[in-house]
């Protein structure tokens, strides 16, 4: 998930988004190996030129001694929800190929070191049984469509851009629905009773003609009823910031008209409540379609 604000305590776990630190793997290849530690420091400083965050922390046990020293963060865009003084928690990726950086995950911020800080977004992370707002877009017809029209049906709904330049995120999310959806076809009566949905966050560049021709690319073919099952949309961008709050999607635009962001998949179920929630890129195929037959067979 990406950021998670309450009143006393600024929650940060860490999830992969585009320009992201880990160099990108070929799509498919198995993750790199990490020995995790665990870190408790606090924050001296942080460098968004680089990426980084220097920590004094105590010592990790089976890793190192105690110590102030700057680590990567593995996504890069959370750097300015840190602050000097914050004590934190957090993973330390070690990976097995000492040519690579040692990353920081899973970042908790336990006490704040500026107590009257402000976050300029509260974002929201679903949760099952949170009711999920009738949302409206425009998909690849240049449809408008809304999130209701979906009631009876069990939704699988995740966030990219077509533009998206880097393999292990929107591409290889794109890449597991159009698995996803391959899976579910091999079963017609739960087909029937789903639907999937990528709606872009990038409502300047995807319109309905980009969003069609990206999606034939996964879909694998552009005739009628190629998008029956499965469509790509794109919300107003009043309505792409409601969005992004209620599905802890944190977008931040950068310099030559890149964005980074966070990924989210979200399963909802026939109430339009949610069911499950998947920050990051971790899940797999196999797993959404378990999830999807659990909550098609619940309602």
């Not at 509260?122 to 240049?142: I, M, S």
Request: aromatic share 8%; charged share 20%.
């Amino acid at each position: 998930m990406r950021t998670l604000v309450a009143s006393a305590l600024l929650a940060v776990a860490v999830a992969a988004g585009c320009h992201s630190s880990p160099k990108p793997e070929a799509q498919g290849s198995s993750a790199p190996a990490f020995k995790v530690y665990k870190l408790r420091g606090k924050v001296v400083s942080t460098n968004p030129a680089t990426g980084e965050v220097t920590v004094n922390h105590e010592a990790i046990p089976g890793f190192m001694d105690a110590m102030t020293m700057p680590y990567k963060l593995k996504d890069p865009s959370i750097l300015s929800e840190l602050h000097p003084g914050d004590t934190i928690t957090a993973d330390v990726l070690v990976s097995e190929n000492p040519d690579a950086d040692i990353l920081l995950d899973h970042i908790v911020v336990v006490a704040q070191g500026k107590p009257d800080y402000k976050p300029t977004v509260f974002y929201h992370v679903p949760a099952p049984g949170d009711a999920v707002p009738d949302f409206k877009l425009r998909n690849q017809d240049g449809r408008a469509i809304d999130l209701d029209q979906f009631r009876g049906k069990t939704l699988l709904i995740t966030f990219i851009y077509t533009r998206c330049p880097s393999p292990n995120f929107c591409p290889l999310v794109t890449h597991n629905f159009a698995v996803v959806d391959k899976q579910l076809a091999a079963n017609p009566s739960l087909y029937a009773k789903t639907h999937l949905l990528c709606v872009s966050f990038d409502p300047e560049h995807d319109t309905p003609t980009r969003l069609r021709a990206y999606g034939v690319q996964y879909i694998g073919n552009d005739a009628r009823d190629a998008f029956a099952h499965w469509d790509f949309a794109v919300p107003s961008q009043p309505e792409l910031v409601e969005m992004a709050t209620f599905f802890d999607v944190g977008i931040t635009h950068g310099a030559n008209d890149t964005i980074t962001h966070t990924l989210s998949t979200t399963l909802i179920d026939a109430r339009g409540k949610v069911a499950q929630f998947y920050p990051g890129n971790e899940w797999t195929p196999e797993q959404l379609v378990a999830d999807v037959r659990k909550a098609a067979s619940s309602s």
